[in-house]
């Protein structure tokens, strides 16, 4: 199946159980964070986001939370299922002279065990 | 269907010869991105368009250029092929810097 990176670090949950993804993130100056999902042979499909000025957001079964001190954001997912198993990006977005920019994080692989 | 179109979906061709993909954003998105997936770089951010201008570039080769047409299409022409450009390459288009959308990418090797 199509991989997005031969050496991504690996969660392996049960299915039920509750996922947690970090992400450290790299500029202090980030206004706007993703998360997005990618799925073999898909393209990133967005899960939820949050600006920085808010620390948690919640969406269906999802939750965002972000640490601005530590430059730390990580997605939460209740009741993991077999059909989360997929590849997690963070994104940060900010802007520089030359525009605004969305730089992604390296991935975790996600695997929902039945 | 996440609304951005990206044609074709696979694309295979040989060393040293040149290609475009094409991007159509979202309805009302005026912001386009180019970004490229290889296997052991994750999502790499290319360049960015926006309203028919560049606005952003990234780590994009002198061999690779793209434009943004009044329609707000984008092209990415990739030249002078490597074995090493065989990757997915994915558009995204957004609404300033907001609400970020792909498509489902291209995947081109290169033989």
Avoid at chain 1, 66 to 72: G, P
Wanted: charged share 15%.
């Amino acid at each position: 199946g199509e991989s997005v990176g031969l050496h991504l670090p690996t969660l392996s949950v049960q299915e039920g159980d509750n996922s947690i993804i970090n992400c450290a993130y790299s500029n202090s100056a980030s206004d706007y964070f993703i998360w997005y999902k990618q799925e073999s042979g898909k393209g990133p499909q967005f899960i939820i986001d949050i600006r920085s000025n808010m620390d948690k957001r919640q969406g269906q079964r999802v939750t965002v939370l972000l640490n601005k001190t530590v430059k730390h954001l990580s997605l939460q997912i209740a009741a993991t299922q077999p059909g989360d198993s997929a590849v997690y990006f963070c994104a940060e977005n900010f802007y520089d002279n030359a525009g605004n920019m969305l730089t992604f994080g390296g991935g975790t692989r996600l695997m929902v065990k039945p | 269907d996440s609304g951005v179109t990206q044609t074709p979906k696979h694309l295979i061709t040989a060393t040293g010869q040149r290609v475009t993909l094409r991007c159509s954003p979202r309805s009302g998105d005026l912001s386009v991105y180019w970004y490229q997936q290889s296997l052991d770089q994750g999502l790499q951010f290319l360049i960015q368009y926006y309203n028919g201008e560049e606005r952003a570039k990234g780590n994009i080769l002198e061999r690779f250029s793209a434009q943004q047409f009044p329609d707000l299409h984008s092209e990415l022409n990739l030249s002078s092929l490597e074995l090493g450009d065989s990757a997915l390459y994915f558009c995204a288009s957004s609404v300033v810097g907001y609400g970020y959308t792909f498509g489902s990418g291209t995947r081109l090797t290169v033989v």
